[in-house]
């Protein structure tokens, strides 16, 4: 098929779309649970993180969400001030931030426990049309970042 620049410049041709604007509707189904909690979907993610492993180097957290330290690094501030979790200069190598929870860090995993299976009932995919996504979205981001 010959390329048509016309064809390709409408939006209803653009894979980026629909990711982008499906990602935005199942980031704002967490809205309602994490803001009662004073938290922003992002936190969230680096909690799940930390409950999975705690004790972690600020670049390990960026590399298994995909984020920079120059977004994350505001954002581990600000939870570390609000008392969810510490940053200490590692003692091995001083360029390397730990970052662990706190006792309330640590707390706040019971509070969303319920979270993933609210979220959840928000998505209208058969469980087999779940699975598939979530195999073309790692495939997508690249196997190495599959969880």
Not at 64 to 82: A, C, H, N, Y
Not at 102 to 116: M, R, S, W, Y
Request: hydrophobic residues 35%.
């Amino acid at each position: 098929m010959e390329y048509n620049p016309n064809e390709a410049l409408k939006l209803k041709n653009q894979l980026c779309f629909p990711l982008y604007a499906a990602a935005r509707r199942i980031t704002s189904v967490y809205t309602p649970y994490l803001k009662p909690l004073g938290l922003t979907y992002t936190q969230y993610i680096v909690f799940l993180v930390l409950w999975e492993e705690d004790h972690l180097p600020v670049s390990e957290i960026g590399d298994r969400l995909l984020l920079d330290s120059g977004t994350l690094t505001p954002l581990l501030k600000k939870m570390e001030k609000e008392g969810y979790l510490t940053r200490v200069r590692s003692k091995v190598d001083e360029r390397s931030v730990i970052v662990s929870l706190t006792d309330e860090g640590k707390a706040l995993k019971e509070k969303v426990a319920e979270i993933p299976l609210r979220a959840s009932q928000c998505v209208r995919l058969a469980p087999e049309e779940g699975r598939t996504l979530y195999t073309l979205l790692y495939k997508l981001l690249g196997d190495e970042t599959e969880g």
